[in-house]
């Protein structure tokens, strides 16, 4: 089991960006596939992006690719996501988990995750 905390969001007006940041705890975040997922009020969970192991591999939500960028930095046992033209519809609660690599189901019990409004 890896604990996860995420931070980094807040209020943005449209076309800004923002830098969310996931920590990990355990040992098991450099042998993870990690990913992002948000949730819009009234509206289920979904899938955002995943980073395989080494970074090499990324995979990006047709809704946020070219726009959002995923990285890690397993020395740090942190996971970022950069965010830019950002929109109203991104407004969520952003989280994030281990994944099963190439099925992006999320394997960890959900943090608090950090909230993304943007503003038109």
């Known amino acids: 089991q890896v604990q996860l905390v995420e931070s980094g969001g807040g209020l943005v007006q449209a076309g800004g960006s923002l830098r969310l940041s996931c920590s990990a705890s355990?040992?098991?975040?450099?042998?993870?596939?990690m990913g992002w997922f948000r949730q819009a009020p009234g509206r289920e969970r979904e899938f955002v992006a995943s980073i395989y192991l080494s970074g090499a591999n990324k995979y990006y939500a047709d809704s946020v690719k070219g726009r959002f960028t995923i990285s890690r930095d397993n020395a740090k046992n942190t996971m970022y996501l950069q965010m830019n033209s950002l929109k109203p519809e991104d407004t969520a609660v952003y989280y994030c988990?281990?994944?099963?690599?190439?099925?992006?189901?999320?394997?960890?019990?959900w943090g608090q995750g950090t909230l993304v409004t943007v503003s038109s």
């Open positions: 988990n281990r994944v099963t690599w190439g099925v992006n189901v999320a394997l960890d019990a």
């Open positions: 355990g040992r098991t975040f450099s042998i993870s596939a």
